[in-house]
C-alpha cells in the first residue's frame, strides 16, 4: 500500500455523490412504499399466543401517543431483511416481543417474507417497508415513515450487505472445500480460479456494506435519540474484519487505535485501497488477499462501530460477526442454519442498558477483532 499513514484528501470518492441526505423530518413528495399487515391495534388481538408467553415481561405498550397510536415499547428495522440471516433476525426479534420493520430493497421479497410471518408463523408484529440501503431517497423515505407513524426508533440491524466478488459457482462447489480451511484463509490460493476480486464488484461492496450501512445509520440517528427504551445499533460484520488477518502491520497497529480515526480518514484508506486493487498492487501493498474489498468493507465496520459508539455512550453500539451460515452470499457454503446465525445480531439488539458498547461479538459472545 503507498504511503498508509497519509490519508489526506482522497483524489476520487468511492460513493458517488448522489442526492444530500434529508432530516427525516423534512417534507418529501414520495408516496409511502409500505404494507402494514397489521395495525398496531389489531396486533394486540391477533399476536400469537406462542409469542405472547415467550415474551410477556417485554411486550408492553407505552400510553397512546397523542395522535391514539400506539407506540411499541421496541422498534426495530432490519436491513436486507427478506433473506439469510436478516430474515430470521426479523422472526427471534418478533418472537421477542419488539415490532419489527422488515425492510428489503425488492418490494415483492419484502412483502413476501411478512406475509409468510403473518400467515404460516403468525406473526403480526412484523411491518414491511422498502429500503434500499444505497439511495438515500429510500432512506429518507424510510426515515420519514417512522418519524410520523411512530416517532423514535429503538433499534438498527444494519444486516444488508454483499460479498463484493464476482463468483463461478459450480467450480467453487466442485472444489469441495472444506469449511475449516475456507475459515483460517487458507483456501486464497485454491479459490482464485473460480472467484474474482473484480474493481466494479468492490466498489459495489464498499458502498453496500459500508457507505451504505452508514447513510441508513445517519438518517435514522434522530429517531435511535428518541428511543425510550434505550438505543441500540447492531452493524453486521465478519471474521474476515478481524485484524489478525490484515497484512500489513503498521495500518493493522493504526487501526487498534480508534482514536486516530474518523470518517474522513477511513474514506481516504479505501480509496487508497481501490487505488491499489486497480492497479493489481493488493499484495505487495499488504492489503487482505482472501475476499479482499469484503474484509476491508467489514474492517471499516468495525471502526465505525467503535467510533459511534464512542459518540454516543448513551446507546448500545456492537458489531457482530454471526458465524459461518448457509446463506446466498457464500452460495451456501456455510455450515450453520440462519437460525443460530441470527441469534448474535438479537443479543445485541436486546443488551440491556449497562451492557456492553462498542464491542465485537462472535455469534453471541464478545470475541477480539482488534
Ligand atoms: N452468511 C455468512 O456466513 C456471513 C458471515 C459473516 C457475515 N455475514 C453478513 O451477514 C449479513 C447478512 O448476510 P446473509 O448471510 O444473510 O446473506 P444473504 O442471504 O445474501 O442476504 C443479504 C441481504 O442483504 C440484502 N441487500 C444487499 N444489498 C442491499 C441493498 N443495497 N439494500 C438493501 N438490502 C440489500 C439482500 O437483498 P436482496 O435479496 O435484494 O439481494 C439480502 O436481503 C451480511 O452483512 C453479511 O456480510 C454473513
Known amino acids: 500500500m503507498a504511503a498508509a499513514a497519509s490519508y489526506s484528501s482522497a483524489s476520487w470518492r468511492v460513493r458517488p455523490s448522489l442526492t444530500p441526505w434529508r432530516s427525516p423530518l423534512q417534507p418529501h413528495g414520495r408516496a409511502q412504499r409500505m404494507a402494514i399487515c397489521a395495525t398496531r391495534m389489531e396486533y394486540r388481538s391477533q399476536v400469537a399466543p406462542s409469542a405472547m408467553q415467550s415474551s410477556s415481561t417485554l411486550h408492553r405498550f407505552e400510553a397512546v401517543s397523542h395522535d391514539q397510536k400506539t407506540i411499541p415499547e421496541r422498534l426495530a428495522v432490519v436491513t436486507g431483511g427478506n433473506r439469510g440471516i436478516g430474515l430470521e433476525v426479523c422472526r427471534q426479534l418478533a418472537l421477542q416481543g419488539a415490532t419489527v420493520i422488515l425492510t428489503a430493497r425488492d418490494e415483492k421479497k419484502g412483502k413476501d417474507a411478512v406475509e409468510s410471518f403473518c400467515h404460516e408463523s403468525n406473526l403480526s408484529n412484523i411491518i414491511f417497508h422498502q429500503l434500499d440501503i444505497l439511495d438515500d431517497n429510500s432512506c429518507t423515505s424510510l ?5 410520523s407513524r411512530f416517532g423514535k426508533l429503538d433499534i438498527l440491524v444494519n444486516n444488508a450487505g454483499v460479498g463484493g466478488v464476482a463468483v463461478d459457482q459450480d467450480g467453487l462447489r466442485a472444489l469441495n472445500i472444506d469449511p475449516k480451511v475456507w ?7 485454491l479459490i482464485q480460479s473460480v472467484i474474482i476480486q473484480t474493481y466494479d464488484e468492490a466498489v459495489k461492496c464498499l458502498n453496500t456494506n459500508y457507505y451504505g450501512l452508514k447513510g441508513v445509520t445517519k438518517v435514522l440517528l434522530p429517531l435511535l435519540k428518541q428511543s425510550t427504551s434505550g438505543a441500540r445499533i447492531v452493524n453486521t460484520t465478519s471474521l474476515r474484519s478481524e485484524l489478525k488477518r490484515m497484512p500489513n502491520e503498521k495500518l493493522r497497529n493504526e487501526l487498534r487505535s480508534v482514536d486516530i480515526w474518523d470518517e474522513a480518514r477511513i474514506e481516504a484508506m479505501l480509496n487508497e485501497f481501490l487505488v491499489d486493487l486497480k492497479n493489481e498492487r493488493l499484495e505487495e ?7 479482499p474489498a469484503y474484509s476491508m468493507s467489514k474492517t471499516v465496520v468495525n471502526l465505525y462501530t467503535r467510533i459511534l459508539a464512542k459518540r454516543h455512550p448513551e446507546m448500545r453500539i456492537n458489531c457482530v460477526h454471526p458465524g459461518f451460515v448457509n446463506t446466498e452470499i457464500n452460495w451456501n457454503t456455510g455450515i450453520i442454519p440462519p437460525e443460530e446465525g441470527a441469534r448474535g445480531a438479537v443479543k445485541a439488539a436486546l443488551l440491556p442498558q449497562d451492557g456492553p458498547t462498542g464491542c465485537y461479538f462472535d455469534q453471541t459472545e464478545i470475541g477480539e477483532a482488534w
Do not use: D, R
Request: glycine share 10%.
Open 285 to 291: 501493498a499488504g492489503w487482505p488477499t482472501m475476499l
Open 143 to 147: 426515515a420519514q415513515y417512522i418519524e
Open 183 to 189: 475459515l483460517s484463509g487458507k483456501a486464497v490460493n
